[in-house]
């Protein structure tokens, strides 16, 4: 299962972005699509995730960032509003589930997409 994130590039503080993720290959069923980011030198943070039973936030996008999906797409989209110079990160779409209906499972990251905030 292969998946492409589109949707960084360069925003001024306070600005808006909309990051999509497609999720395509042998997809049977997807059970969790998220977005985590990563600076140089630090670990990968989760950003944001959604499965059936809701969604969850890191604690820095709470009230700002959006993320939702479109099932019948295998995409998922995370709204980011009220940018700020440390959300200059790149971003990672990430998802998992099922690839056919033997459950037969994957984990996939996507190839990251950059989001630059200016101050």
């Known amino acids: 299962v292969q998946l492409q994130a589109s949707g960084g590039g360069l925003v001024q503080a306070g600005g808006y972005l909309r990051l999509s993720c497609v999720a395509s290959?042998?997809?049977?069923?997807?059970?969790?699509m998220g977005w985590y980011r990563q600076v140089p030198e630090k670990s990968r943070e989760l950003v944001a995730l959604?499965?059936?039973?809701?969604?969850r936030y890191g604690d820095s996008v709470k009230g700002r960032f959006t993320i939702s999906r479109d099932k019948a797409k295998n995409t998922a989209y995370l709204q980011m509003n009220s940018l700020k110079p440390e959300d200059t990160a790149v971003y990672y779409c990430?998802?998992?589930?099922?690839?056919?209906?033997?459950?037969?499972?994957?984990?996939?990251w996507g190839q990251g997409t950059l989001v630059t905030v200016s101050s």
């Open positions: 959604i499965t059936d039973a809701g969604t």
């Open positions: 990430n998802a998992d589930g099922f690839k056919d209906s033997d459950y037969n499972s994957f984990d996939s």
């Open positions: 290959g042998s997809v049977f069923r997807v059970n969790v």
